[in-house]
């Protein structure tokens, strides 16, 4: 370990010691600090500590150092997501793939692979890292330990991260990044996605309330797509987005969508109690007074509720699910609604699903 590294461990533990010094003074009299208190409380301590070393020690015996990068760097090991912020931070980087803290890979835009410096110095580090995202950054604080083996969350830059450990070999964690600044059909035709011709359609799909279902591999773009179509959804229509974790961003596009609500999953306690699934989530959409329901990926029992709604007066609903063609779409979502236990005859179900979807949109990787 180089003496910059030692020097940033050290920080980075007499900062802790300092804030939870601080938190239970505060908890004793009931009060607490803002995290923009926390963060200002942590430069100030590693500013002060900088200043005490270097009137300590000779300047010649002094690494060269820049004081700002420590600053930041500290901070993000206590208050932020650690190393793995300097990579979030990286335009280039659509995707992150850590396996225990030394095997990091990340995707670039261009579709290249980088192996790139590791984000932690222990497996146990990054396992402490995913645990702060979960407790400091999820709208609902979650868990990550032998008995919630598995988070999935987004990050406060709208990117999603999943993260795993007792049931790996080592704990894992991937994150993938969305492009809030690709969010029209327009913006998609200049990438080349598609065509005037592709782009026309789809605009016309949505502007008609036609009920579409989002289909492809992963990794081939659906949310994206959906974004860009529920941005073409009129202002005064109200619009109840359900997830697992939220990804679509219309809160980036609040100008064009004045009227939503987003709904998101949640797993059960400890004692196994509180779990609210796509399913519930999906029947609370309907008692929202939604013009369309937008479920952000299909994969189980909420695809009942969700195609009831589109067949019931909710024209212009859309989703995503996962499939390797459009005709493996229509036998996956009887088989989804066989999962809510309806008891229906599979030929109601066919007629169901037959009357509610209207187009299917495959995207190939």
């Given amino acids: 370990m180089t003496s910059e590294s030692q020097m940033i461990r050290s920080l980075t533990e007499l900062v802790a010691d300092v804030l939870a010094d601080q938190r239970l003074r505060l908890d004793a009299n009931d009060t607490h600090l803002s995290p923009e208190q926390e963060i200002e409380t942590a430069k100030n301590t590693v500013r002060a500590e900088l200043t005490r070393l270097a009137a300590k020690r000779p300047l010649d015996t002094w690494p060269p150092i820049d004081e700002e990068a420590v600053v930041r760097e500290v901070v993000a090991q206590v208050l932020g997501l650690g190393r793995l912020e300097a990579l979030l931070a990286d335009p280039e980087v659509s995707d992150i793939h850590v396996r225990g803290h030394d095997s990091v890979w990340v995707k670039l835009r261009d579709g290249r692979r980088e192996r790139r410096r590791a984000i932690a ?38 990117s999603r991260l999943f993260a795993v450990m007792e049931v790996s070999t080592r704990p894992s964690l991937i994150v993938r990044r969305h492009r809030f600044e690709l969010s029209s059909l327009d913006e998609l035709r200049e990438r080349d996605v598609f065509d005037h011709e592709v782009q026309s359609l789809l605009a016309a799909m949505v502007r008609s309330r036609r009920n579409i279902v989002i289909a492809g591999g992963t990794g081939s773009g659906k949310t994206t797509l959906l974004r860009a179509l529920l941005n073409e959804v009129p202002q005064n229509e109200r619009i109840v987005t359900i997830e697992d974790a939220y990804e679509l961003g219309l809160e980036h596009f609040a100008d064009r969508h004045p009227d939503y609500d987003a709904l998101q999953s949640r797993s059960a306690n400890i004692e196994g109690e509180g779990e609210v699934t796509l399913a519930d989530l999906t029947r609370m959409a309907l008692r929202m007074d939604p013009d369309r329901v937008i479920v952000g990926e299909v994969r189980g029992a909420e695809a009942f509720p969700m195609l009831m709604a589109m067949s019931q007066g909710n024209n212009g609903s859309m989703c995503t699910m996962h499939a390797d ?18 008891g229906l005859p599979v030929e109601t179900v066919n007629v169901i699903v037959a009357s509610a979807i209207h187009f299917v949109v495959f995207i190939e990787n």
């Fill in 121 to 158: 110095d222990s497996d146990e580090e990054l396992i402490s890292l995913i645990r702060r995202a979960g407790t400091r950054f999820s709208r609902t604080e979650k868990r990550f330990d032998a008995g919630t083996p598995e988070l999935n969350m987004q990050l406060p830059d709208g």
């Fill in 325 to 342: 063609g459009t005709r493996s779409v229509f036998p996956k979502l009887a088989a989804y609604v066989s999962m809510a236990s309806t």
